[in-house]
């Protein structure tokens, strides 16, 4: 399965440094939740040296175990775990973050 996602990394990202992943809605994506928090997390990665990744979810979606929820994700059982443990990966290999101090935060679904 191909997924998707925005990633912002300061110009002198420390070696070893975090990433925030950040979680839009429902039936948004990656670059919307970016755009409405006004990129406010990008500004904050500047001046604290963190990564952020703006993961894009299956079908608008994400599978967040509720019993009734109608999300594509959620209905065909889409691991967001494993994609969100495999953008950290790569984010280490490709940039040299920590994989092991990675944060979430989210919004609606998302949360």
């Not at 790569?90 to 935060?105: H, K, L, N, Q, W």
């Amino acid at each position: 399965m191909s997924r998707t996602y925005l990633s912002y990394v300061p110009a002198d990202v420390p070696d070893d440094a975090p990433v925030l992943v950040v979680l839009h809605g429902s039936f948004q994506s990656g670059e919307t939740i970016r755009t409405a928090t006004g990129f406010e997390f990008d500004q904050l990665a500047d001046a604290r040296g963190f990564v952020v990744v703006y993961p894009d979810g299956y079908g608008q979606g994400w599978n967040d175990c509720r019993e009734l929820a109608a999300t594509p994700a959620r209905q065909e059982n889409v691991s967001d775990v494993r994609f969100i443990n495999d953008i950290v990966a790569e984010m280490s290999d490709r940039y040299g973050t920590s994989a092991d101090r990675y944060f979430a935060v989210g919004y609606s679904n998302g949360g």
